[in-house]
């Protein structure tokens, strides 16, 4: 708690981003598969996921739909608010000409934006060819985070992005999965947007990667705490929060694996 | 509007083999973050983006030619160039007009299918094509785009037949592939690969062409690893029933299908044991094949699909099974016993157009064919990248006693027809690397086979030609053709960089012996005929394995030696012939998805054996046929070539073929025909036959439409000469067919086929039929499917009436989850049609024919899966 508290006092409230907005042309939709936990192989976890493709940008995230309020009375007076979510709240976004990845997460009533460099890719380029919903793809493999991955470009979509953090080929990764099958970005159709601007959230907690990790972790095993953190930090700023969060899934097999060599 | 400079300078570069240049726009300013790719052969090879100045700069991969080299520059927002790179390194700058769109229009729609290419393989994904009701791969199949599967099974890729099935990657069935077509699972295959230039020796890889394709089906992860099965059960009105018990394995290292079927609802087991390559089969082997010289004189099979006409009670036991041994060896059995019996009622009117007359036949016929048919194949092979050995040892049983009671013009007769035919052949075929990357074979074939044939007639059929006038009880004709045939030669490859030199010597012989005897009251009723043909040959074949063509040019030699005696006919004649039979066949790559073929062939054949029996042979109760001494030769010509086009990604397919055969014989068939026979006979006299064929095919998935549209258009033209009744007559016919199709999903519980096909037959008068089927699957829930389907039979020949023949059948089917049940209701032929009419012309004969059609039949049926 006491470690904590100088923590998030150094957090700096950001106002909007920096960046121009850039309005989706395009987006791509994934099922997004994940075997998280190896003891359970035949459980897999999935999310509808969704590209939104700019001219400039793009950004990766949750297409489960929005998160569902329940609001009940309760009979001394107080209101009840029941919120239901759908997927993941975590949304990547990429700006290659700058090299940037913009990463929003979420820790209950809070958003954080995580600022760092786009992972520089070695793809090599492969001479196999196919087609996903009508876009004409070529196929290139690399390392990236401890999973060798197969990946279908579009070059006809000259934005050097990808889903998750998978960036840097003449054209967009409309399809990737590793060698091991734990991971997967299956194709599920291309769409048109609604008109959508490509905008980080703009009011968001600045953080870094570690520092997100150590909240995450704190909300995870004490809640109670986190929450006070937060309370203190959002003062006079809403409701009383009291977060009770599930069990949790079992994550044995991360997306980024470690490195060995 | 559009300022296009695009200024290609070359230049000797410090940069090694680098492409630099700077992408500006209208104004002249460097367009930065614009990417650059380089492509070969259409897929990219390198790529970079431009810097904050539009500048770039890219490092080819080493090995590429300039030629077909490209740089294609993108960015959003303006108009994408490409430009072609002449030589490395190369400065190339280039200026990008605005555009209007930010992102290049795009056809939107979800789940269209994948198609994935890879070199010489083309990847169809099945969850993209299959429908729920496709119970077997082969439904599958046939609605892929660039795939078209014909009525007897045969497949065709883009115009081509392929040579064989694969599952898994092993040959499990050679070119019996309707068995794997009919009996896997579609739900249990992940793809369907076509494989072009198939070389499936592993010595021979990269070093002698094949112009082969081939589909490899791979097998799901449960398809891997589970032993399958699946049992149905049907009993239906009136008095049907269908069985089947199936039993498989695609695993790894042990490949299976296997499975006892039975029924009497028309469905003909035989179709599922077609050899679909035949014809290559024989020609690889050099032997002729006797043939069956005797019949019913039956009327050909009406155009109808066979399940429409069939009234027949078969079961068969079939089993196939392959198994991955060790260090590269697989044994594998192919063996099976069908068992039928199959009725037929026709009656036919028969009328050959002569000069000033026309002769013509009427009849009724009831036939009853029983057959049973033992085959089995045992292989053994040995494919590693230095050696290969294949053995193939057959057994062959196949009996029929037929009989068949006939009306004809007024007279009543009663025929039997015994045919057993027994055969048994091996085949070894061994090849290895030595030294120096050469190879050399050994390969041997020797076959012995016998068909006795006896077919009585009676009683005192045509007496008057057979008894001096006098009343007799029985005709009977028999004949048998022992047959021995072997094939052997070694050979030597010399693979080079550009060229594999091969060079083959070896012997072949065939000995056989004719005996036919007709009790009939004339001379010239026997043949005591043998027959002996040694030949010698050496060849030289050049095998050109380039990127771009792939040819080969064949160059036989052949020294043959025939000698035929019956003393019976004082004949005894020897002949000695030296032949030169070349072959030139290839490919030439136009592009990386389309190619052109050539063919050209001169052979010289021999006739046979059943060319030169003297004695009269009664072929069938109306043919009495026999031969000049003198044998048959024949120079057959073939010329092809083709133009074959895909675009995998659009999943666009198209062909256009022409051949050209022109086949030269020194003996010529004459007819005398009269109202009661015809009799045949062999005369000198110099001809030839030419034939034309014109094929185009076409291919197209409509992604908007979410539908296949395919078309095919032939045209062949045959002209002869041929003798009837002393007078020569020019034989023209041409045969036009126009076929077009499309399968297409309208949502996911309905889709919809419909198919029409028109056939124009021209000779002395013009037939023309025309064929629409049309299929409605609707399936309201997941386990609930429904089908309806519809075809319709029409036929217009000259001033006879128009036949018009309509059939319906529908089918419903329900899955029980809970117990893994399937309930299948069908209905075939549900308006009951009972008789078929249909018309006939080969030549100047036409043929009216009545047959009798087994009705409606409804079957109620159980599948469990196991």
Redesign the interface.
Known sequence: MKLLLPLVLSLAAVSASAQRPDAA??AI?YKFLHVRDTTHRDRPYTENMILL?G??SGVYKSNEGPAQQQVSNNPDGTTRTNMHFFGTHVEYYQF??EKKLIRADWIPMTTFIITDALPAIDWH?M??????????C?KATAHVKGRDYTVWFC??????IGPWKLNG???VIVEAYDAKNEVRFT??????PAQTAILPPAKGVKTTDKDFANLQETARKDPEAYSKLMAQYNVGNGPKVDIKPGSGPVINNPIELPEYK | MILIAVAISVCASSFGQAIKGTIKDSTGLGIPNASINLRSQGVIVAYTATDTGGAYTLHPPSGLTPNDLALEVRCIGYQEQTIPVRALPATIDCTLAMSASELAPLVIRDNRPVLHSHGDTLDYKVTDFRSVQDRVIGDVIKRLPGISVTSDGTIYYNGRAISGVYIGGDNLLDDNYSIATTSVPADKVDKVQVIDNIQPIKVLQNKVNTNDVALNLVMNKTARLHVMGQESIGAGLPGNYDADLKAMAFKNDYKAINYLEGNNTGYDLRQELVSHNASAGQQRLGADIPTPLLSLGAANDPALSRQRYLFDRSGMLNANDLVDLRHDWQLRLNAWNLRDRERQDYSQVTSTYLPGDTVRYAGTQHNQLNSGWLRAQFTATLNSSTCYLNNVTLVNDNRWTDYSHVNTNGSPMDQALRDNALGFSNEFNWMRTVESDHIIQAYSYVSRMTEPETRSIGPSYNDSLFNHGAPYAQLIQTVDVPTWYTNDYVSFKVPGDVMTRSFRAGFSEQSQMLTSNLNAAFDSAANNLSWEKKKAYAEAAFDIVGQKLRATLTLPFTYQQLHYADPGYALDKKLTRCYFNPELIGKYKAGPENFVTFRYGYRNQTGSIEDVYQGYLLKDYRTLSANSPDLTLRQNQEAATGYYYRKAMRLFFWSLSLAYNRIGANNIASDIITDSYQRLVMLPFRNHTDSWTVDGTISKYSFALQTTFSGEVRWQDNRSIQFQNGALLPFNTTVSVLNLGMETKWSDPLRFSYRVTGTRTASTTRIDQWLQQSTIFYNPKPDLQFKLSGEYYYTHSGANPDLNYFFADASLRYHCTKRNIDWELDATNILDVRTYKAVTLVANTFTASSYALPGRIILLKIVFTL
């Open positions: 042309r395009i939709r493709v001219s400039t290659p000409h380029i001479k196999d060819t196919a087609s996903f919903g009508g876009l004409h070529q070059p006809d979509l000259p934005l050097h080929l003449p054209g194709f599920d159709g291309v769409v048109t």
